[in-house]
Every structure is written in C-alpha cells, then in structure tokens.
C-alpha cells in the first residue's frame, strides 16, 4: 500500500485491497467501483459521487489497459498523473484507489487475442458494429481487464457513464453471461457548458477543434427532436446528422446512427413511443470523439 498527500489508500494488490474491503463487507457493507483508466475528470467524479451516494465505501481502480489500445493509437501519450487522480477522489469520497501494474493485472503476460476474455455469441453482436468496425480489439480489451478488476473488487455496484454507451452495453451482457455479482449503473453524460461531453482526449483537441467539437452534441439534440416527430425516418435523420458533422471544417466523421439502444443495430419499424439511442464518432485532428443521446420514437 502506497500513500500520497491526501491521505487517501492507494493499494496495487488483490490482497491490499481486500484487506480494506472485507472487513466492512463482513458488517454488512456495500461497496461501489469506478474503474477508470486515470486522466480524471468531472465526469469521473460524477460517477465517483454516485458511488459514495449510493453504497458504503467506493474504490476507484486507475489503470491504463494496454489491451484496449490498438495499433497506432495513443498508449504511449495517454495521460497519466496518479497524484492528481488520487487528489480527485479524495476530494469526492472515495474509499480506496485501486492502481496496479500491468503485472498485477496480467501476471502470466498480456494475453493475446485468442486467449482472452471474449464477450459470448450476445456481446459480439454488440462489441461488432460502431466501435467494434472502427477499433476491433478494442472491447475484447475492455471485456479481459473488466472481468478481472470484477473478480478483484468482488460483490459490487460498478459505475459506468453513458457517454461510452457501447462498452456499457456490452459490459451489461458480459456481467449476465459470465453470471458476475456486480450490478452494473449507467450514469449520464457530464458536459462542458456548451454541450461537448467530457472526455480525457479533449485535452488533444486545438482551439479551433474545440471550438468545433461541439457540433457532436448540437447534431445529437436536433437528431432526437426530428425522431419524436411522427413520420420520421431513419435514413433521412441519419443523412442530416452527417451532413451537420461532416460540415465542420476540423471534423471527420466516423459514424452516425440510429440504434436500438438493446441491440446497437437499426431498429425495426420502431413504434411511437420506443426508446432509441443517436450514436456519433468523429475525428478532430488527433482526438476521437463519442457522443450519444437517448430519444423516443413519435
């Protein structure tokens, strides 16, 4: 166990941990976990604020997954200031952050993509589309490291912002088919005060980028009032959802959709009244964005 000014416990083993949380689970104690890749922000700190809400002592996992990372993306430059983190979530109630090594994570070596922990026939049609076309390793990534911080921190209540709705999805299913006990809490979307959703890669972004990026948002908003409208059409919304991104200068975009927020994939012949998801992506010079919205079909 390590100690940084906060006072705050910083552990890097299972045992550590455990040490802290079993004890207050023999009394009858539940306990919250916010695993992050560090880089905190305040939609971190929002979930981290659910936590402490919501259950009796909260860790907060910080660790930067080489899994999900693929070729010639940003492991090397992503941002990385454990004393700040760890100051964060002192300063929002955290019990105990989790920060362990890739050895501590992967002690028989990063595995490679065959032996990992891939999402069941459910979760592929999930981790497929979206993300799983634009980054393929990604989610089998997040589906190795999240089982194994589960199967650490044990019987939890895990927090997960909607902001990446796909790996909440498919965390979900992965939770159900693997029959875990940790029940898995959606939390919305923090943004800056002009709609762009909060992320540790807006720090890459310029000024004009910035002054772009929130585009995303706007397009989203729009695209979820046209759905309420009775006679809205998929490819039509979806047309003009790209047309409005892909009209910003600094933007290149990837993908937007209309989805069963169930399944990721189109709805079919949605009825007034469903509840759907708006999905975008779009490059911003060396910053890959996401963004979503729920809506509800006119």
């Known amino acids: ?48 604020d659910a936590s402490v809400a919501a259950t009796d002592a909260t860790v907060v996992s910080i660790f930067v997954n080489p899994l999900q990372f693929g070729a010639g993306e940003d492991l090397d430059a992503y941002p990385r200031d454990l004393e700040a983190d760890v100051a964060r979530c002192a300063a929002h109630g955290a019990t105990v952050v989790f920060a362990p090594t890739v050895d501590v994570m992967y002690p028989d070596g990063e595995p ?5 922990i891939l999402p069941g026939p459910v979760d592929m049609s999930l981790a497929g589309p979206l993300e799983g076309r634009e980054r393929p390793t990604h989610f089998a990534g997040v589906a190795e490291v999240v089982a194994r911080l589960f199967r650490i921190v044990g019987p939890c209540r895990a927090f997960f912002g909607q902001k990446d709705f796909q790996q909440l999805q498919v965390v979900r299913h992965l939770v159900a088919e693997m029959d875990l006990p940790v029940d898995v809490v959606g939390c919305p979307t923090v943004r800056e005060p002009d709609g762009l959703a909060r992320s540790s890669r807006n720090v890459y972004l310029t000024d004009d980028e910035r002054a772009a990026a929130p585009v995303l948002y706007r397009t989203l908003q729009a695209a979820a009032a046209s759905v309420a409208e009775p006679g809205w059409d998929r490819t039509a919304v979806e ?25 990721l994939h189109p709805p079919e012949a949605p009825q007034p009244g469903d509840e759907l998801r708006l999905l975008v992506a779009c490059r911003f010079g060396k910053a890959r964005l996401i963004d979503n919205v729920g809506a509800v079909a006119g």
């Open 1 to 48: 166990m390590t100690g940084l000014p906060t006072g705050l416990p910083v552990v890097t083993t299972a045992s550590d941990l455990a040490a802290h949380l079993e004890p207050m689970r023999a009394g009858g104690g539940t306990v919250g976990f916010v695993p992050t890749m560090g880089a905190l922000h305040d939609g971190h700190a929002s979930l981290v």
């Open 112 to 116: 490679s993509e065959g032996g990992r």
């Open 239 to 263: 047309a003009t959802m790209a047309a409005a991104i892909s009209a910003e200068p600094t933007g290149h975009l990837d993908y937007a959709v209309v989805v069963d927020p169930a399944t």
